[in-house]
């Protein structure tokens, strides 16, 4: 079971990447409005400039998916339900949420969905 040290700096690590990916979207929008507004004569540069918005808008929604993830995981610590896998209800490895720490499975049931959605 997960101690109150434990979920102190799993809680602070959760925060201060939320915090950094929304610092990241920020600038990341805002570089992108500069994008648009630029007055784009040739396709040469229309070409380059749609395929680094490609690049950013992937990045921006991966990382709009793990921000989810993350306010999930911090809905789940006032909850007491932070490391408690969603499926099977065992508790998820501490090591495995301090690689991952907005796991919501435990290695096992990750595996089994995994498998399913091959
Ligand atoms: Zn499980």
Same mark, same amino acid.
């Given at each position: 079971m997960l101690n109150t040290e434990d979920i102190k700096f799993f809680k602070t690590a959760l925060e201060a990447r939320r915090d950094r990916i929304k610092k990241n979207l920020n600038i990341t929008t805002e570089e992108m409005n500069g994008l648009n507004s630029n007055d784009l004569r040739d396709e040469a540069d229309f070409a380059s400039t749609s395929l680094g918005r490609a690049v950013d808008n992937a990045i921006l929604t991966q990382q709009a998916n793990e921000l989810a993830e993350i306010e999930l995981a911090l809905g789940k610590i006032s909850e007491n339900? $932070?490391?408690? &896998?969603?499926? &099977?209800e065992e508790e998820i490895n501490i090591e495995r949420l301090k690689v991952?720490?907005?796991?919501? $499975?435990c290695i096992t049931c990750r595996e089994v969905i995994e498998k399913e959605h091959k």
């Open positions: 339900l $932070y490391g408690i &896998c969603e499926m &099977c991952k720490i907005f796991a919501r $499975y």
